[in-house]
């Protein structure tokens, strides 16, 4: 379970954070990945939570998976492939760095 202050609540709309690492040539841009739960297929098992390795997702007060750490999201897809109700989709941002400028 998570605290009430730890929860970020994710829908359709949720951007992830794009993270921008720096290195000797400039700015160049880490991988980020935008993570969502479709809310009206999900039926809150819980596997996604259950077998995310980075601990991205995590059981809410309510029973229902909440994304608390996006930002730690390596893209690897288990939370999306073994979700039972296609009920979570996880997807990579590009932003090209001169878009940050
Ligand atoms: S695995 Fe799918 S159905 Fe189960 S809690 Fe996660 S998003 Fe919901
Ligand atoms: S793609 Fe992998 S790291 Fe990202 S939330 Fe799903 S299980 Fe966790």
Redesign the pocket.
């Known amino acids: 379970m998570v605290g009430a202050t730890e929860k970020r609540e994710v829908g359709l709309d949720t951007q992830n954070v794009i993270e921008v690492a720096t290195t000797e040539k400039g700015f160049v841009n880490k991988k980020s990945f935008k993570i969502d ?2 809310r009206g ?9 259950a ?1 995310c390795p980075r601990k991205c ?1 995590e ?1 809410g007060d309510d029973g ?2 909440v994304v608390t750490s996006e930002a730690k999201c390596t893209g690897c897809g288990w ?1 999306e492939t ?7 989709s996880v997807r990579e941002i590009k932003v090209s760095p001169k878009d940050e400028f």
Do not use: V
Request: charge should be neutral.
């Open positions: 739960i479709f297929w999900c039926k809150s098992c819980g596997i996604c939570a077998l997702i059981i229902s998976p939370c073994h979700c039972p109700d296609f009920a979570i």
